[in-house]
């Protein structure tokens, strides 16, 4: 079966991270995600990802760091390798080019979300990690 790689971009902002919610005409309609997209043949999945970043939000980010992938079975023969990292806003302005909504959530907030299934696990690891990625995130802030 074939394994297709996606990269997606938790954002964060002021304690907050970016999440968006898929439109009519994607895949999973009005289900939230975080922002990203498959990789392409010879890509990395850094450079994957702040050109997948770039084309739906028009923004650019900055990865410092990453968590676990997770892989999910939407079917018998499509499985997602999710692979998140932790990223910062970089410059630009955000517009929605593909996504039909975007919440900045804080911790508390997450899970009230209703997710992609192949998110679940992802958001769980980001609850568990939160106060973690914050202190790479101050740590990030105070040598750039
Ligand atoms: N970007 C992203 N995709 C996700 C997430 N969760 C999840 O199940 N997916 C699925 C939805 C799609 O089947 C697939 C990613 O496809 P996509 O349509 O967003 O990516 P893409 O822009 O590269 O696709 P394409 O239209 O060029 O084929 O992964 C997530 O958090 N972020």
């Known amino acids: 079966m074939e394994v297709v790689s996606v990269t997606c971009a938790l ?83 955000l517009k929605l080019v593909e996504h039909q909504e975007v919440k900045w959530l804080a911790k508390e907030e997450l899970k009230s979300l209703n997710w992609a299934q192949a998110d679940i696990p992802i958001v769980e690891d980001l609850y568990v990690n939160w106060n973690n990625i914050q202190e790479q995130l101050v740590e990030y802030n105070r040598e750039n």
């Open 11 to 93: 954002i964060f902002l002021d304690q907050k991270v970016l999440c968006a919610q898929r439109s009519e005409a994607m895949q999973l309609p009005g289900l939230w995600e975080f922002p990203g997209g498959k990789i392409e043949k010879g890509e990395s999945p850094e450079d994957c990802l702040i050109r997948e970043i770039k084309e739906e939000l028009a923004i650019s980010i900055n990865i410092i760091g990453s968590l676990r992938s997770n892989e999910h079975a939407y079917s018998d023969v499509k499985v997602i390798r999710l692979m998140p990292f932790i990223c910062v806003w970089g410059s630009g302005k």
